[in-house]
């Protein structure tokens, strides 16, 4: 029965689903485990994600798996993922056994709690903080300069483009200027030929419409009519005007300047302006401002070589920060270490263990580039008898052993470890006598700083629980919580296979000296 209960609480901190854990008959399989979430890290791992409750300290966590093997993850009745699941449930138990959910088994895991051994976690999360922030700026150098491979062939062509737009120096009001003398050099001849053909006409022939009017303005003058004076004045007018025109255009022609060289030199100047604004594909009077936007973006590239730059300084900068705090970290480690490996060996011997030996490794690192897990890797290595390597924790074959181990870092590290909840499955199995009335002493030790759950076959280890529940399997799997009554009984059974006076005798003698009565 107890394995059903582990497997359903393993399933609600995120481990694998399987469809066979749905009952025949039955649509979908559904668990849900609730946790009272006063404060630390889980607290601030809610806050974060908006997955709390404001008014209250529970905290649901719902898995459903349906027929089909696919399973659905809930916390606080909120939708999510199941990694978010797992990464919760890290926060909040940790099951010590030889195949379940178990943090010890994880790298992260020992580095963590040497750290908060030490009294290094600032140190670690400064480390931490300052590999992120590298790894940001490494990240966006990277980017940067691909960015700059990608446009050096654009650089390339706008700096040939700038240059040629330089030369060329073409002012705003320079073509229509250019236009207006081509137009003019290129017909000075029939210019000056008309003009001079209408001056004659206006004022220089025999006669001249001038002479005519003049002549016609006499007539009319002689004739004597006042009423004519308007018609005479008309004429007296345009007289005027004609010879005032006339003048202009003479002007005019003289101004006109039949120059071959300066026509030639006009022409050349506007092929060459012409030609440009084809090659870029726009109107030769666009040629200032397509000028300016290449300027400009010649600008933009010029700026992410400062960008490059810059960020060279800060990677400089924040490895030199990232040096000084892991060294700082580095030999908190060591002097931790050391200490942890004491403690937690002299615990192991009062477990029964005594040739167990445990070496806290730390491996350097590739030091080019700052990690957030600091300068070295920190790993946990047991040899279980003397004359063996040690070996990770992961591959020590017994799983009683492992608890054992487990039980042992847990109680070394309570006073620094923020894990609420430990579950120790069978942490009993190959010992007896003493060794069981220790680790019951040890867990109930480690009761006063976290929530311990412990699945037990031994009454030594059981009677040292400030609470003891039953798991039994008939048709169902039930567990019941036992009164002190019913606790000898349990007790006195789990001595001696049935309860006898005797045995009740010695059941209660073991919850006495258990409780340091």
Same mark, same amino acid.
């Given at each position: 029965?107890?394995?059903?209960?582990?497997?359903?609480?393993?399933?609600?901190?995120?481990?694998?689903?399987?469809?066979?854990?749905?009952?025949?008959?039955?649509?979908?399989?559904?668990?849900?485990a609730g946790f009272e979430v006063q404060g630390g890290t889980a607290r601030a791992w809610l806050a974060?994600?908006?997955?709390?409750?404001?008014?209250?300290?529970?905290?649901?966590?719902? +898995?459903?798996?349906?027929?089909?093997?696919?399973?659905?993850?809930?916390?606080?009745?909120?939708?999510?993922?199941?990694?978010?699941?797992?990464?919760?449930g890290n926060l909040l138990i940790d099951i010590h056994a030889q195949h379940e959910h178990q943090s010890?088994?994880?790298?992260?895991?020992?580095?963590?709690?040497?750290?908060?051994?030490?009294?290094?976690?600032?140190?670690?999360?400064?480390?931490?903080?300052?590999?992120?922030?590298?790894? =940001?700026?490494?990240?966006?150098?990277?980017?940067?300069?691909?960015?700059?491979?990608?446009?050096?062939?654009?650089?390339?062509?706008?700096?040939?483009?700038?240059?040629?737009?330089?030369?060329?120096?073409?002012?705003?009001?320079?073509?229509?200027?250019?236009?207006?003398? =081509?137009?003019?050099?290129?017909?000075?001849?029939?210019?000056?030929? /008309?003009?001079?053909?209408?001056?004659?006409?206006?004022?220089?022939?025999?006669?001249?419409?001038?002479?005519?009017?003049?002549?016609?303005?006499?007539?009319?003058?002689?004739?004597?009519?006042?009423?004519?004076?308007?018609?005479?004045?008309?004429?007296?007018?345009?007289?005027?005007?004609?010879?005032?025109?006339?003048?202009?255009?003479?002007?005019?022609?003289?101004?006109?300047?039949?120059?071959?060289?300066?026509?030639?030199?006009?022409?050349?100047?506007?092929?060459?302006?012409?030609?440009?604004?084809?090659?870029?594909?726009?109107? !030769?009077?666009?040629?200032?401002?397509?000028?300016?936007?290449?300027?400009?973006?010649?600008?933009?590239?010029?700026?992410?070589?400062?960008?490059?730059?810059?960020?060279?300084?800060?990677?400089?900068?924040?490895?030199?920060?990232?040096? +000084?705090?892991?060294?700082?970290?580095?030999?908190?480690?060591?002097?931790?270490?050391?200490?942890?490996?004491?403690?937690?060996?002299?615990?192991?011997?009062?477990?029964?263990?005594? !040739?167990?030996?445990?070496?806290? !490794?730390?491996?350097?690192?590739?030091?080019?580039?700052?990690?957030?897990?600091?300068?070295? /890797?920190?790993?946990?290595?047991?040899?279980?008898?003397?004359?063996?390597?040690?070996?990770?924790?992961?591959?020590?074959?017994?799983?009683?052993?492992?608890?054992?181990?487990?039980? !042992?870092?847990?109680?070394?590290?309570?006073?620094?470890?923020?894990?609420?909840?430990?579950?120790?499955?069978?942490?009993?199995?190959?010992?007896?006598?003493?060794?069981?009335?220790?680790?019951?002493?040890?867990?109930?030790?480690?009761?006063?700083?976290?929530?311990?759950?412990?699945?037990?076959?031994?009454?030594?280890?059981?009677?040292?629980?400030?609470?003891?529940?039953?798991?039994?399997?008939?048709?169902?799997?039930?567990?019941? +919580?036992?009164?002190?009554?019913?606790?000898?009984?349990?007790?006195? +059974?789990?001595?001696?296979?049935?309860?006898?006076?005797?045995?009740?005798?010695?059941?209660?003698?073991?919850?006495?000296?258990?409780?340091?009565?």
């Open positions: 029965g107890k394995s059903i209960l582990l497997d359903a609480l393993g399933l609600t901190l995120g481990n694998r689903s399987d469809a066979d854990f749905v009952a025949p008959g039955a649509a979908r399989a559904e668990v849900i974060e994600r908006e997955l709390g409750q404001a008014n209250t300290a529970e905290v649901l966590l719902r +898995r459903t798996i349906g027929r089909d093997g696919r399973s659905r993850a809930f916390i606080n009745g909120i939708p999510t993922t199941v990694s978010e699941l797992r990464e919760l010890l088994l994880k790298l992260d895991t020992h580095r963590r709690l040497l750290d908060e051994f030490g009294a290094a976690t600032d140190l670690a999360e400064e480390a931490t903080a300052l590999a992120a922030e590298h790894q =940001q700026a490494a990240a966006r150098r990277k980017a940067l300069l691909n960015a700059a491979e990608e446009q050096s062939a654009e650089r390339q062509l706008l700096s040939y483009q700038a240059e040629e737009l330089e030369t060329l120096d073409l002012h705003p009001e320079e073509l229509a200027s250019l236009e207006a003398d =081509q137009a003019e050099l290129a017909s000075a001849e029939s210019l000056i030929s /008309a003009g001079q053909s209408v001056t004659t006409a206006l004022a220089a022939g025999d006669p001249s419409v001038v002479d005519l009017l003049q002549r016609a303005t006499a007539e009319l003058s002689a004739l004597g009519q006042p009423r004519l004076q308007g018609v005479i004045d008309l004429l007296e007018s345009g007289r005027i005007q004609i010879d005032e025109a006339a003048g202009d255009l003479g002007r005019y022609l003289d101004s006109i300047d039949v120059n071959p060289a300066r026509l030639r030199e006009v022409e050349t100047r506007l092929d060459a302006l012409y030609s440009v604004a084809r090659k870029h594909r726009v109107q !030769a009077d666009e040629l200032p401002a397509l000028h300016k936007d290449i300027a400009r973006r010649l600008a933009r590239l010029g700026s992410l070589e400062q960008e490059l730059g810059g960020i060279d300084d800060n990677l400089t900068a924040i490895a030199r920060h990232y040096a +000084r705090a892991a060294d700082k970290l580095s030999k908190a480690r060591k002097r931790a270490a050391k200490r942890l490996e004491k403690e937690v060996m002299r615990l192991l011997a009062e477990l029964g263990m005594p !040739a167990t030996r445990l070496e806290v !490794a730390l491996t350097p690192r590739d030091a080019d580039t700052p990690h957030a897990g600091g300068q070295e /890797a920190v790993e946990f290595l047991i040899a279980t008898h003397t004359g063996h390597p040690p070996r990770p924790l992961g591959r020590i074959a017994s799983g009683g052993e492992l608890s054992r181990i487990s039980l !042992a870092i847990q109680v070394a590290t309570s006073e620094t470890s923020y894990i609420p909840t430990l579950v120790f499955d069978e942490v009993d199995v190959g010992i007896g006598g003493g060794t069981a009335e220790k680790v019951g002493r040890l867990m109930r030790e480690l009761g006063k700083k976290a929530q311990i759950i412990c699945v037990t076959h031994l009454p030594q280890v059981a009677a040292h629980g400030h609470t003891q529940y039953q798991v039994s399997r008939e048709a169902d799997t039930t567990i019941r +919580r036992l009164s002190e009554k019913e606790r000898t009984a349990e007790i006195a +059974r789990m001595l001696g296979g049935k309860e006898t006076a005797r045995s009740a005798a010695h059941a209660r003698e073991i919850l006495t000296t258990a409780k340091g009565k």
